[in-house]
Nanobody, 126 residues
Framework: QVPLVESGGGLVQAGASLRLSCVAS????????MGWFRQAPGKVREFVAS???????HYTSYVKGRFTISRDNAENTMYLDMNDLKPEDTAVYYC????????????????????WGQGTQVTVSS
């Protein structure tokens, strides 16, 4: 497993923006498949977005067009830019990586990932 450190959560009003960051250790960062998940109170953890080593991205329909996932291999950092936030985006957001490389099946599947961050709270008020 690879240690992950997340930051950037907070309390904002609807319509605001936030940027989440996830810093990963290790020289093989550029090979990792990476993603963001979220878990709202009383709900199961759900997929938000993913990015492959070759920068292809995938989003859940709930955030497509509002959220952007990106990676900076020089800084060993993955980002999630969240715009036009809605109260239903309120959740704990987790970054995750597949340290063995790109995804074998679907990046939507949590079992594709072997390392998880501690989570960062995002709260959107109406």
């Amino acid at each position: 497993q690879v240690p992950l450190v997340e930051s950037g959560g907070g309390l904002v009003q609807a319509g605001a923006s936030l940027r989440l960051s996830c810093v990963a250790s290790g020289p093989a960062f550029r090979r990792y498949g990476m993603g963001w998940f979220r878990q709202a109170p009383g709900k199961v953890r759900e997929f938000v977005a993913s990015i492959w080593s070759f920068y292809a991205t995938h989003y859940t329909s709930y955030v497509k067009g509002r959220f952007t996932i990106s990676r900076d291999n020089a800084e060993n950092t993955m980002y999630l830019d969240m715009n036009d936030l809605k109260p239903e985006d309120t959740a704990v957001y987790y970054c995750a990586i597949r340290s063995s490389g790109d995804f074998r099946t679907s990046p939507v599947d949590p079992d594709e990932y072997d390392s998880w961050g501690q989570g960062t709270q995002v709260t959107v008020s109406s």
